[in-house]
């Protein structure tokens, strides 16, 4: 008995080959509709994941220009506090320019007298 394959014979005419032409050309084809497919998910994969960096890096400049307007808030409610009590130990300073103002507080703050004069200290009502 003869192997089976030695029964088959293929028929090389011109529809045949024209078909075996067809097939390779189907399958280059398909290849290249895989190979395009799979660039295609490359760069959607790649345009997602800039547009998420993109996002991310927004949302950090978003998320830092609203910390930096908080440190300028607290920042110029010290800069008005230190420019009131500026103005306040400025204007202390005239005053203390002014003899009559000094020896006041002289007198009423550590007890000095003038010659001849006596100090009383009375008891605070609040105090009672």
């Given at each position: 008995?003869?192997?089976?394959?030695?029964?088959?014979?293929?028929?090389?005419?011109?529809?045949?080959?024209?078909?075996?032409?067809?097939?390779?050309?189907?399958?280059?084809?398909?290849?290249?509709?895989?190979?395009?497919?799979?660039?295609?998910?490359?760069?959607?994969?790649?345009?997602?994941?800039l547009f998420?960096?993109?996002?991310?890096?927004?949302?950090?400049?978003?998320?830092?220009?609203?910390?930096?307007?908080?440190?300028?808030?607290?920042?110029?409610?010290?800069?008005?506090?230190?420019?009131?009590?500026?103005?306040?130990?400025?204007?202390?300073?005239?005053?203390?320019?002014?003899?009559?103002?000094?020896?006041?507080?002289?007198r009423s703050?550590?007890?000095?007298?003038?010659?001849g004069e006596?100090?009383?200290?009375?008891?605070?009502?609040?105090?009672?």
């Amino acid at each position: 008995m003869e192997p089976k394959r030695k029964q088959i014979r293929v028929l090389n005419n011109e529809y045949f080959q024209a078909k075996q032409k067809e097939a390779r050309l189907q399958a280059k084809r398909q290849k290249r509709q895989q190979q395009r497919s799979l660039l295609h998910l490359i760069c959607m994969a790649t345009m997602g994941l800039l547009f998420t960096y993109g996002v991310i890096r927004v949302a950090q400049a978003y998320l830092q220009i609203k910390a930096l307007k908080q440190e300028t808030v607290v920042a110029k409610r010290e800069l008005k506090r230190t420019q009131a009590k500026n103005d306040r130990l400025k204007r202390e300073v005239e005053r203390l320019k002014d003899t009559d103002y000094v020896q006041k507080i002289i007198r009423s703050q550590y007890f000095y007298s003038k010659d001849g004069e006596t100090i009383y200290i009375l008891p605070d009502d609040a105090k009672d």
